[in-house]
């Protein structure tokens, strides 16, 4: 293998081997000459001109040779270039009006090689000097050039007979070429605003026999007209998605659809909300709303809850069509076409896999780049693309180990964008810098938690393929995809009370970075079983302060009926009746019935007055009685304490007993049906004892005591 030092020696050889084996010989044969006699020479002298082969690799002379009829040959030395040479003929070596025989001759050590022998009059060969174009005029689009036509040391003779005229526009390379008239030519539906350019040759009748060279080039503008076709706005939201943020910006009409000056822009905003705003900008007098290059036009105009936009451009003689574009949602793009990256220095190409099937509302792709860190529109360019097709390219100049975020949107037909994907890429990529933070967030006795901070993109210098984690010799990868969100990772497998160094950095197609360090030390075994420990005890507290809960709620009247309910077969409960829960603020507050409704309008059962018995005294109280119509009658609050008293106990004695009776009643099934004579006699036998009025098993299975309704 060749070493650096000696590959530049074998490229020279390369290249130039096939010179130094080539076998030497005569030189190749001159072209035949051309000859004539320019009328700006006032020595009158022949003038010939002749080219060269392509053979220069040996020294070689090149002779004009001439002989007149009758007389000896004659010779002169040429000079020029490596592909045309020239030599003279003086006045005193030829003979006017006469004919002449010429031709050149190559000569070198290996030989010599002879052209093709011309002759012609030298009365023949005069040559007028070309004409002078002068002015021109734009509607209709005219040049005028003046005759020249005389022989020097002699007056104006005839003027130019025959003339041609070749134009060009100025961008274009080939000629078109057309006959003129005397002294002036038209051009009919030039494109308008366009350089052309101009060349006139013409002939002399009866004077000179050659036709004149062609004129030096005259250029001039055609006339202006409206300027046609759309402008290509597009709108820079640096790296991030959000209107608020983007910037209004347009490329500049090329001259083929300026057709004129451009004067200014009109720019219509349109917002979220419904209104409009029109802005008027001028192109030729400088503000801070509107800055424009070569290339390029910017709105320093917010643009926030702007939902579209258009704008035209317009001259003298007219404006554009508008060209619209609705501005983004913000909010986060998802991935939903891959796209496939190459840069260089000089170019950007991007591809992607085209769709089974367009969509009909598809207009087209456009692929941006935007160079990171850059202010708004700079470091900034976009390419439309049509819909059939999967690659875009931009040029420009692309700097090393820079990051530049490339950006796939689609286009559709009512200008509305979507972006599809985006990809960072380097034009040549670098070492990234170092993990700008790295550290341990959590530590146990076995394992222990990391946490870092990305590289910033403007300190990658290329694309980071993953991170690497390394301890005790050993090496982990950890994935740089934007999935891995959390810039944590859990490093296992410790030894409990150990110190341990752990480093991190990122890589790239260049290489790995810098090292980012930190230490730590994970926690003792015995901590960590006494930690263990100080949970479960904490767990049995727990346990039993549940258990003793249990248990002191037996105590209760209201915790044994929700452990009745609990533990046998399900009854009604009367505290889930909106009605008794009227009822109880009835009773407390006479006034509550205004403000409390009775949100069943429908209730299932009847509602009732519950009348507290109370002791054989009280009940046969006059004072106490009970109407017909369930109210009763006597003033409940003149009753004093010792009444009040034995009420409570006469209360909590019933209580008792109906709950001992649901206790009962709650486990036997109310399927069986009694018939009336049965409920009867069951009544009669029941009659003897006013204790026993109300222990039916129905009513103690389902009619609430006082005691309930009030606790509601």
């Not at 030189?27 to 006699?37: L, V």
Request: charged share 20%; aromatic share 8%; proline share 6%.
């Amino acid at each position: 293998m060749a070493r650096p030092g000696t590959r530049w020696i074998l490229s020279i050889l390369l290249v130039n081997l096939p010179k130094c084996l080539a076998s030497p010989g005569p030189p190749p044969t001159p072209s035949t000459p051309e000859c004539h006699i320019p009328s700006e020479d006032h020595d009158i002298r022949i003038h010939c001109v002749s080219k060269t082969g392509l053979d220069h690799q040996t020294a070689t002379t090149y002779k004009l040779h001439w002989e007149s009829d009758g007389s000896n040959p004659h010779w002169s030395q040429m000079t020029g270039t490596s592909e045309r040479v020239h030599g003279f003929i003086r006045r005193d070596q030829y003979y006017s009006h006469s004919g002449l025989h010429v031709w050149v001759q190559a000569e070198n050590q290996h030989g010599s090689a002879k052209s093709v022998k011309i002759s012609f009059n030298t009365g023949d060969i005069m040559r007028p000097p070309p004409p002078s174009v002068t002015h021109s005029s734009q509607e209709p689009f005219v040049i005028y050039w003046e005759p020249r036509c005389h022989l020097p040391g002699h007056s104006e003779g005839n003027a130019y007979t025959e003339c041609e005229v070749r134009h060009r526009a100025e961008a274009d390379q080939g000629w078109l070429e057309d006959e003129g008239g005397f002294g002036v030519y038209t051009l009919d539906s030039p494109q308008p605003y366009t350089y052309y350019q101009f060349q006139v040759r013409c002939f002399c009748a009866d004077i000179f026999g050659l036709m004149s060279d062609w004129s030096a080039v005259y250029k001039v503008r055609s006339a202006e007209a409206a300027p046609v076709g759309e402008l290509d706005v597009w709108r820079d939201c640096g790296l991030s998605s959000s209107s608020s943020e983007c910037v209004l910006t347009w490329k500049t009409l090329p001259t083929f659809q300026a057709r004129g000056r451009i004067l200014g822009y009109e720019v219509k905003l349109f917002y979220s909300y419904g209104a409009t705003a029109l802005l008027n900008v001028s192109a030729a007098e400088p503000s801070g709303q509107l800055v424009c290059d070569e290339m390029r036009c910017h709105l320093n105009s917010s643009l926030k809850g702007v939902s579209a936009v258009s704008v035209s451009a317009y001259g003298a003689h007219g404006a554009t069509s508008p060209a619209r574009l609705a501005m983004p949602t913000p909010g986060k793009n998802n991935d939903e076409q891959a796209v496939h990256l190459k840069m260089d220095s000089e170019s950007l190409n991007a591809s992607w896999d085209l769709p089974s099937q367009l969509s009909d509302n598809l207009k087209e792709y456009v692929v941006q780049y935007k160079q990171a860190g850059r202010p708004p529109v700079q470091g900034f360019d976009w390419v439309r693309v049509h819909k059939s097709q999967a690659t875009g390219t931009l040029k420009g100049q692309f700097e090393n180990c820079t990051a530049y975020q490339v950006s796939l949107f689609t286009v559709s037909h009512n200008s509305s964008i979507h972006h599809l994907s985006s990809v960072i890429g380097y034009s040549l990529q670098g070492i990234s810098s170092k993990v700008p933070s790295f550290k341990v967030i959590t530590i146990e006795a076995t394992h222990v938690t990391l946490f870092w901070k990305p590289v910033p993109l403007l300190q990658r210098k290329g694309v980071i393929l993953c991170y690497q984690i390394g301890v005790d010799q050993k090496v982990k990868n950890v994935s740089a995809s934007p999935q891995h969100d959390s810039m944590t990772f859990v490093l296992e497998h410790l030894s409990p009370g150990q110190e341990y160094e752990v480093w991190m950095r990122a890589v790239t197609e260049a290489g790995p970075g810098a090292n980012t360090t930190t230490r730590f030390k994970t926690k003792d075994q015995e901590a960590f079983g006494y930690k263990l420990v100080l949970v479960l005890v904490a767990v049995i507290f727990c346990a039993f302060l549940i258990s003793l809960a249990l248990c002191a709620c037996r105590v209760e009247n209201n915790a044994c009926l929700l452990l009745t309910l609990c533990c046998y077969e399900k009854v009604p409960d009367p505290s889930n009746s909106h009605i008794f829960r009227h009822m109880k603020h009835q009773f407390n507050d006479p006034l509550a019935w205004i403000c409390v409704p009775v949100v069943e309008p429908h209730p299932k059962i009847s509602q009732l007055e519950v009348v507290e018995r109370q002791s054989q005294a009280f009940e046969s109280s006059p004072e106490n009685t009970s109407r017909p119509d369930g109210q009763l009658v006597g003033d409940e609050c003149s009753q004093t304490d010792r009444e009040g008293d034995q009420r409570e106990d006469a209360v909590r004695e019933e209580e008792c007993e109906r709950t001992e009776g649901r206790r009962r009643y709650g486990r036997e099934e109310y399927s069986k049906m009694i018939d009336s004579d049965e409920e009867r006699d069951r009544e009669d036998s029941l009659s003897s004892s006013e204790e026993k009025e109300f222990t039916s098993g129905y009513e103690k299975h389902f009619m609430p005591t006082p005691m309930e309704i009030l606790e509601v």
